[in-house]
């Protein structure tokens, strides 16, 4: 991982850290380049961003071609999502725009080392931890 000029991840919210290094810079690293981190709080940003807030990085999208580019903010949006679903990655004309939305509802994944795979795994022996870790029917089924 490699940082612009100026940029660091001081300021950042805990929960970009560890998808910056287990997530994306392996994605990054994948597709044959170093992960560039161009934006984290500094810059020029709209009102409504995330930037400020330590909640969104940009990185750079030069080094790709516009096909890599494509597939790389596909392949980013589905790993970090699985991650946590409040992520977003918004491919914009000159860098990756990746942003944790805390606003939205959070569906949390099982504990660690739990997780679901339900073709080679029965049901979690403990029962009371696995419902603990997941909120069920967070997002659709409001009951208000
Ligand atoms: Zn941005």
Redesign the pocket.
Known sequence: MVFKNGVTLQGMHYLIHEPLFDIMEPAFNAYGVEMVVT?TLG?E?SKR???PFGL???LRRRHLTDEKAVELAGELKRELREHDNRFDV?L?RD?F???LDIRRPHRRRPPMGRRYRPDFMGPPEDLSEWEEGWEIGGEEGGSS
């Open positions: 934006c810059g940003h961003s995330y930037h969104a990085v940009d918004v914009e860098h725009h990746v942003e």
